[in-house]
């Protein structure tokens, strides 16, 4: 007991300093070090939804949409493919959640369906006579439904990203629906707005002189932002799936516009189109609406254009963002809606202090009580045990939530129960006759196995909450597992250096236990 080795004085030092240093920011004024990166000593603890208040939003993706998108992208494909084929056709269209058509000649029913075939992997292929249809199965619709929910996660975590919003929270629950909490936002209203945008953006021919009202095969009808409506041709010229960049600008007359940039393919599909209709309009489409239906002029080649479309300066710097961002598959709908407010958030942590507070008054008591000095090097521990937990979690900048105060309050009780052990067998090894020193040694030596296995279980169960759980159960599972490693390592490594320290000065010939 006497001997406790250098290099593990250096190391209880060395943790010790490097917990304080991490944890003293949280003392001083909020908001600094928060330009610092993640894992530098001066960033506080980042304190979740239900601590600091913010927004709450459930979202439902109608991945219908991108069922019915599919189909009407087999349409497209058919209408090519039969062309191609020289094989008559009728009523090709979407209808009873199918793509079909009837061929006209019975003789070229065959190859149609071959046609047909080739047209999606995913679609079945049915003959009715002469009406083929290609429809989507249950497990092709439910694949389409999550491949949709976890695109759309990535393009609003990249929209909320760009917003500047700290440590948002956003995952799937269930099938189709998407659970955003960002924490410190009390007005969700301009989130909303970003994220409720499928910001789709296409550029299509116009087509010239045809009827709004019967628009040609291959063709549709769409709403004009400044009113009235245009016939577009279905084919895409170029799609924002090509950006790589968006920003906004001013054009030479001083109006807000986004300037965007192609990505190769893009800019070659995009000179090729201008120059091969060079005098003809074509219509720049965002979310079903035509922006602006200018005439191209000239061949634009370099992979860069402008929309201009009379934006203000806000609406030009939020079309920016989510060009930037890419395109949802779907739209959104909102099905939940709550704001929690900060004075919400501060009884919680008044609560969670208390909670605390009062849990460490009574360790303190018992262990000076039941174990005179050990308890109260048991009780500095501790406090080192507090200090380490809260620099681990702000050197992780690992999210504070209530449940995770919780998670703190019940390691409190649980840092001491090492100690207990310990001094528990040190009595046990007096009481059996031995010395001062050897019932030390042999009081901590006997009792780390049990110790290590009593925590070792409570941090696999931490693991297994953080790595299945969601929201509050990880953050009750973050506190607890940095809990138990802090606690196991003042338990077994600094008592032990106070212990050793008093031994080697005090020579003691009893223990005061």
């Given at each position: 007991m006497m001997q406790f080795e250098t290099w593990k004085t250096i190391l209880v030092a060395f943790v010790c300093l490097a917990g304080?240093?991490?944890?003293?920011?949280?003392?001083?004024?909020?908001?600094?070090?928060?330009?610092?990166?993640?894992?530098?000593?001066?960033?506080?603890?980042?304190?979740?939804?239900?601590?600091?208040?913010?927004?709450?939003?459930?979202?439902?993706?109608?991945?219908?949409?991108?069922?019915?998108?599919?189909?009407?992208?087999?349409v497209d494909g058919a209408r090519r493919a039969l062309r191609e084929a020289k094989i008559g056709y009728v009523g090709l269209g979407v209808e009873q959640g199918a793509a079909a058509f009837t061929v006209r000649e019975t003789a070229d029913l065959e190859r149609a369906r071959d046609i047909a075939a080739d047209l999606d992997e995913d679609a079945t292929v049915t003959v009715d006579g002469d009406r083929v249809s290609l429809s989507m199965g249950e497990d092709a619709i439910r694949q389409i439904k999550i491949n949709a929910v976890q695109q759309s996660i990535e393009i609003v975590r990249r929209r909320v990203d760009e917003t500047g919003t700290r440590e948002p929270l956003i995952q799937r629950q269930g099938i189709d629906r998407i659970l955003i909490q960002l924490p410190g936002i009390d007005d969700p209203q301009r989130i909303k707005e970003l994220i409720g945008q499928t910001a789709k953006l296409t550029f299509h021919l116009v087509s010239i002189g045809a009827d709004t009202n019967r628009p040609p095969p291959g063709a549709r009808t769409l709403p004009m932002l400044e009113g009235g409506n245009i016939v577009i041709q279905r084919r895409v010229m170029v799609s924002g799936e090509n950006l790589v960049d968006a920003q906004p600008s001013f054009d030479q007359n001083s109006q807000p516009v986004v300037t965007i940039r192609f990505d190769s393919a893009g800019g070659q599909r995009f000179g090729r189109a201008t120059s091969e209709?060079?005098?003809?309009?074509?219509?720049?489409?965002?979310?079903?609406?035509?922006?602006?239906?200018?005439v191209i002029r000239e061949p634009i080649l370099g992979g860069s254009a402008q929309i201009s479309g009379r934006f203000s300066v806000q609406e030009a710097q939020d079309l920016a963002l989510l060009l930037r961002a890419g395109a949802l598959p779907a739209p959104l709908t909102v099905l939940?809606?709550?704001?929690?407010?900060?004075?919400?958030?501060?009884?919680?942590?008044?609560?969670?202090?208390?909670?605390?507070?009062?849990?460490?008054?009574?360790?303190?008591?018992?262990?000076?009580?039941?174990?005179?000095?050990?308890?109260?090097?048991?009780?500095?521990?501790?406090?080192?045990?507090?200090?380490?937990?809260?620099?681990?979690?702000?050197?992780?900048?690992?999210?504070?939530?209530?449940?995770?105060?919780?998670?703190?309050?019940?390691?409190?009780?649980?840092?001491?129960?090492?100690?207990?052990?310990?001094?528990?067998?040190?009595?046990?090894?007096?009481?059996?006759?031995?010395?001062?020193l050897n019932a030390l040694d042999a009081g901590y030596s006997r009792a780390l196995t049990t110790i290590v296995d009593s925590n070792l279980t409570t941090l696999f169960a931490a693991v297994f909450l953080f790595a299945l759980g969601s929201g509050p159960v990880k953050g009750f599972a973050v506190t607890l597992g940095i809990g138990i490693v802090t606690s196991m390592f003042t338990a077994i490594m600094v008592t032990r250096?106070?212990?050793?320290?008093?031994?080697?000065?005090?020579?003691?010939?009893?223990?005061?236990?």
């Open positions: 304080l240093a991490y944890a003293a920011p949280n003392l001083m004024e909020k908001g600094i070090g928060d330009d610092l990166p993640v894992g530098v000593p001066g960033k506080q603890i980042s304190l979740g939804l239900d601590l600091q208040g913010g927004s709450y939003l459930l979202l439902e993706v109608e991945a219908d949409v991108v069922v019915q998108e599919r189909l009407e992208a087999i209709n060079v005098g003809k309009p074509f219509a720049i489409v965002l979310d079903g609406k035509v922006i602006s239906a200018p939940e809606e709550r704001s929690v407010g900060p004075g919400l958030g501060a009884d919680s942590i008044a609560a969670g202090e208390i909670a605390a507070v009062i849990g460490l008054v009574l360790v303190v008591g018992f262990m000076i009580l039941s174990y005179g000095l050990f308890g109260i090097f048991a009780n500095i521990a501790l406090f080192v045990n507090i200090v380490l937990i809260m620099g681990a979690l702000s050197a992780m900048q690992a999210t504070l939530t209530l449940p995770g105060i919780a998670g703190i309050v019940l390691t409190i009780g649980m840092a001491v129960d090492a100690n207990v052990l310990i001094f528990e067998r040190v009595r046990d090894e007096i009481g059996a006759g031995r010395s001062p250096l106070f212990v050793a320290l008093w031994a080697r000065r005090s020579r003691p010939t009893s223990l005061p236990i």
